[in-house]
């Protein structure tokens, strides 16, 4: 399963400089918190110094945003996955957040904690390996296909081209972009190279992600955010607009529907396809 954690964090850093935050999305943290909890969100917390009274405390506080977190995956991906399993496992990674923060460390309470209900989510998909291998192959094919078509045409590549390029009509292939619906960023599990370009110098991406104290991993872990973020200022402005909007202010496919004047369903095309053409622009970085 693929990380969408630091797609989070590049667009983040992308639509800073496209628009400014005037917006707060989370329905999440309207009640005022409790005095732990402020202790945990302004960052001077130290979990293995918790009790169980300001465990519970922040279980309670942070509950919210687990429930919102796992509806918005649940929104893409398809019925069969249950929400009550993803907000268990969501559960589990907020469980897992207050026993691993370090206050030391210059980061929020909220911001890791978010960090590691995310991952949650996104080990608990991986175990139910949802995303059949046929539409696996076609996703692949899809990615080889939009690399053709724009290296062909020396500019991004609409639907009609793709779908010309995989030999497929329109509708074919939109129903390809409804099927690939969740499909992930970049796999978890895939190794990145590290220095000298050799089997024993790769690390596997995860350890970039989970905020070890080896430098290099930091400098890989920025390079790759980079690598996000010039991909997405290379896609058309409305992919750009979708991407920004679901995943920076945190609008959901129905609510870009309306900003964008078109429906929920095609707001999950342009979405899929937008996650695919990253996907495609990062092997270079993510096989060299």
């Known amino acids: 399963m693929n990380s969408l954690i630091v797609l989070r964090f590049s667009i983040t850093r992308f639509a800073i400089n496209m628009m400014q935050k005037n917006q707060a999305r989370h329905n999440y943290g309207k009640t005022k918190p409790s005095a732990t909890a402020r202790r945990g969100r302004a960052g001077v917390m130290r979990s293995n110094a918790l009790n169980q009274a300001e465990r519970r405390a922040l279980i309670v506080e942070y509950s919210p945003l687990v429930k919102f977190l ?140 989970q905020g070890d104290d080896d430098p290099a991993d930091h400098i890989m872990a920025l390079e790759l955010r980079h690598v996000i973020v010039d991909a997405i200022k290379t896609l058309p402005r409305k992919e750009q607009m979708v991407i920004t909007l679901y995943y920076y202010n945190e609008l959901t496919l129905k609510e870009i529907g309306d900003v964008l004047g078109l429906t929920e369903s095609r707001i999950s095309q342009i979405h899929t396809k937008t996650i695919i053409k990253l996907r495609a622009k990062l092997k270079s970085y993510h096989d060299r």
């Open 70 to 209: 796992a509806n918005r995956m649940a929104m893409r991906v398809p019925p069969s996955v249950s929400l009550d399993d993803l907000i268990s496992a969501g559960i589990m990674g907020l469980l897992d957040a207050i026993d691993r923060f370090d206050s030391s460390r210059d980061v929020q309470f909220k911001t890791y904690a978010e960090f590691r209900i995310r991952g949650a989510l996104l080990d608990e998909l991986r175990n139910m390996d949802w995303v059949p291998r046929s539409t696996r192959k076609k996703i692949h094919d899809m990615e080889k296909a939009i690399m053709a078509a724009e290296a062909k045409l020396g500019r991004p590549a609409d639907d009609l081209e793709i779908a010309g390029e995989m030999g497929l009509d329109i509708d074919t292939y939109y129903d390809v972009l409804n099927k690939a619906r969740g499909v992930e960023l970049l796999s978890l599990d895939a190794y990145i190279k590290g220095d000298g370009g050799n089997s024993g110098g790769k690390k596997a991406y995860r350890s970039l992600i």
